[in-house]
């Protein structure tokens, strides 16, 4: 039995993302949608989904479709239940959330961020993750195997996030545990037990940032909690505490599990691809389109949401305000009307690009931080384990939409 149906005459497709037979390799599906139906009815999820790039590319740039709805319709217009008691302290942290706003709120706080994060220009981190990358290495070498998403791509986006942060790294196991029991609450059906514990993570993480925010206030350092707690006035307003420990755990949050996934997914498409990894990394232009290349064949992040802001009409389609579509962009990463053999992992294609990292306004803060650490941590590993191979078929985690590896076994 095939793990998906599309009617391409109605327009509408069926596809459980709980069912591993998807979850594991959608892109079969998203060829077929490609070939009858790039626009189509979602019926597991109720709604219009996109996989076309060029409408992924447009429909993320078109204000009139918005992250967010409560600015622009009640709960009550919405059919929405009353928020929960039990989770307020995780709401608390989202509230703030860059990507819980939009303009003017969103406008605002991203200049401010965005300021404090590109005044420590990421490029100057580059010694120190090759440091991270060969010290994480050595601790490994000489087992001749490894499961490598635990051993590597976990700890050196965490540690190098914290430090950019002004957390010790030793915290980055403590942070993680909070921002993992966090982004549980944007799985498919969560369960109240979920609840309450991201909640309890919530608090947790929120008493401790408000701890070193008073250590920093008495004795300002060079790091990003200084800089946003000290970022000149946008619109007369500065960011105030709770926007910054809401930033600051997005930006754990955020900048972490996208991070891990990109990495294990890359060495899992270089290894099955067969191709000689010292070209690859020949050098630097050649491994910034590497890790383009491994960004578009196997993207981290499958599906995000938007709500239309207004009745809207798109192509001939209409969309009535509050209603939700899917933007699929490891599907739009694959479109044969954008890329010559869509299917194949080829990093000296000339036609690459992606959108693995969203568009318009909302376009990922930390990508320039993201293209580093990824160019740096393969590199390093091909350089230092040339005879690195698969020891196990690596499998997909359960949850479609954040498309990453539960483990990645290698030998060498
Ligand atoms: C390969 C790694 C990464 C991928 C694929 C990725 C992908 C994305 C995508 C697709 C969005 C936009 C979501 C939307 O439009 O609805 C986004 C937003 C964001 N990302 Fe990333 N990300 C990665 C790494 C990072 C890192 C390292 C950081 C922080 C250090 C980060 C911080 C953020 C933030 C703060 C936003 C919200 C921006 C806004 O709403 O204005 N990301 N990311």
């Not at 993302?17 to 109720?46: I, K, V």
Request: hydrophobic share 40%; proline share 5%.
């Amino acid at each position: 039995m095939t793990a998906y149906s599309i009617d391409a005459t109605a327009r509408r497709a069926t596809a459980k993302p709980r069912d591993a037979a998807f979850y594991q390799n959608p892109y079969s599906f998203y060829a077929e949608l490609h070939r009858g139906a790039p626009t189509f009815l979602w019926e597991d999820y109720g709604h219009w989904c996109f996989s076309g790039f060029k409408d992924v590319s447009a429909l993320l740039r078109d204000k009139r479709f918005g992250r967010e709805i409560l600015h622009v319709m009640t709960r009550e217009e919405l059919g929405w239940a009353a928020p929960k008691d039990h989770t307020a302290a995780f709401d608390r942290t989202e509230k703030y959330s860059l990507l819980a706003l939009e303009p003017p709120a969103h406008t605002r706080l991203r200049t401010l961020v965005n300021r404090a994060f590109v005044s420590r220009n990421v490029e100057q981190l580059r010694p120190r993750i090759e440091k991270l990358a060969n010290e994480t290495i050595d601790s490994f070498e000489s087992d001749g195997g490894v499961e490598l998403i635990k051993a590597f791509a976990a700890p050196i986006p965490a540690v190098v996030i914290a430090e950019m942060i002004g957390l010790p790294a030793d915290m980055a196991p403590q942070l993680l545990n909070w921002s993992n029991r966090m982004v549980q609450m944007y799985m498919y059906r969560v369960t109240h037990e979920t609840e309450l514990d991201a909640n309890q993570a919530s608090e947790d993480f929120m008493a401790y940032l408000r701890e070193v925010i008073a250590e920093r206030r008495r004795a300002p350092r060079e790091d990003l909690l200084t800089h946003m707690l000290t970022a000149d006035p946008v619109d007369g307003q500065k960011l105030s505490e709770d926007e910054v420990i809401s930033t600051a755990i997005l930006l754990l949050n955020a900048g972490h599990e996208a991070t891990v996934h990109t990495t294990g997914n890359a060495v899992k498409t270089i290894l099955e691809s067969g191709l000689d990894p010292s070209r690859l990394f020949a050098n630097e232009a050649q491994t910034a389109a590497t890790v383009e290349e491994c960004l578009r064949f196997d993207a981290p992040l499958h599906m995000f949401t938007r709500y239309a802001l207004s009745d809207i009409e798109y192509e001939g389609a209409t969309f009535k305000k509050g209603e939700v579509i899917g933007l699929m962009l490891g599907a739009a990463n694959r479109d044969p009307a954008r890329f010559k053999e869509a299917d194949m992992f080829d990093p000296f294609r000339p036609d690459g690009a992606n959108v693995s990292f969203g568009a318009g306004i909302h376009f990922c803060i930390g990508a320039p931080l993201a293209r580093i650490e990824l160019q740096v941590a393969l590199a390093t590993l091909f350089k230092r384990l040339p005879t690195v191979r698969l020891a196990a078929e690596p499998s997909y985690n359960n949850v479609y939409h954040f498309h990453g590896l539960e483990r990645l076994d290698l030998s060498w």
